[in-house]
């Protein structure tokens, strides 16, 4: 079981890395530009987009580094709980912009998160 908990920690950090990296480093102007980050950029104030950013970059370290170094451990399902809900916040906003298409996404990522959540949890109260 934990091997899988770290490969699906190990791709939903590598995801949110790339994602709120991207978010980071990328201006709104060139966020528009990308048909996958345009809807965002449309829709929110470049500082939301990079406070969006820096948070998936947080969750992404918290889901490896505090169960990586033993420090802390409770920070892993933590992260990964926030990170379940800012799923659940992307899927409201995309579903208000009627782009539905990215909820299977949403709903991925979710899952992935819950799962880590759970598992982490139980091996913390363990």
């Not at 345009?38 to 948070?55: F, N, P, R």
């Not at 920070?75 to 409201?92: D, E, H, S, W």
Request: net charge positive.
């Amino acid at each position: 079981m934990n091997i899988a908990v770290w490969i699906a920690s190990g791709l939903l950090a590598a995801a949110y890395l790339f994602i709120g990296g991207t978010k980071l480093l990328k201006s709104k102007e060139q966020l528009a530009e990308n048909p996958s980050t345009a809807g965002a950029a449309e829709a929110l104030s470049a500082t939301s987009i990079k406070l969006i950013g820096g948070v998936e970059v947080a969750g992404a370290l918290g889901l490896i580094l505090p169960w990586l170094t033993g420090i802390a451990r409770i920070l892993t399902p933590a992260a990964a709980v926030g990170l379940a809900l800012l799923q659940v916040g992307a899927a409201v906003f995309h579903g208000r912009r009627a782009e539905y298409k990215q909820w299977p996404v949403n709903a991925v990522f979710l899952a992935v998160a819950v799962f880590i959540a759970a598992a982490r949890t139980l091996q913390v109260v363990r």
